[in-house]
Nanobody
Framework: QVQLVESGGGLVQAGGSLRLSCAVSRSRFSITAMGWYRQTPGKLRELVARITSGGSTNYADSLKGRFTISSSRDNAKNTVYLQMNSLKPEDTAVYYC???????????WGQGTQVTVSS
């Protein structure tokens, strides 16, 4: 069973920063892409940012310049990060990480972490 462990959410004032991380144990599957998504009540989960195993990134247009996705790898695990700067109240959501593999059924989600931005 593949388990993703998220951390880094919390409460921050508008204009502040947070860094989310999400780790998965290595050797479980070949990772092709990692991403962050967010969801608010009553809305669909939306893409925040995505990074491929080759390092290519893409972002939601509204978040470019404020959010940065990156990744790291060591002998034990693969980790994806989301640096969030200049946070706004509308960034308040549950943030989920996702790891994708080479096969269609290799799509794994983190448990979600709450980010709350106060005005």
């Amino acid at each position: 069973q593949v388990q993703l462990v998220e951390s880094g959410g919390g409460l921050v004032q508008a204009g502040g920063s947070l860094r989310l991380s999400c780790a998965v144990s290595r050797s479980r599957f070949s990772i092709t892409a990692m991403g962050w998504y967010r969801q608010t009540p009553g809305k669909l989960r939306e893409l925040v940012a995505r990074i491929t195993s080759g390092g290519s990134t893409n972002y939601a247009d509204s978040l470019k310049g404020r959010f940065t996705i990156s990744s790291s790898r060591d002998n034990a695990k693969n980790t994806v990060y989301l640096q969030m700067n200049s946070l706004k109240p509308e960034d308040t959501a549950v943030y989920y990480c996702k790891f994708s593999g080479s096969y269609a059924d290799q799509s794994y989600w983190g448990q979600g972490t709450q980010v709350t931005v106060s005005s």
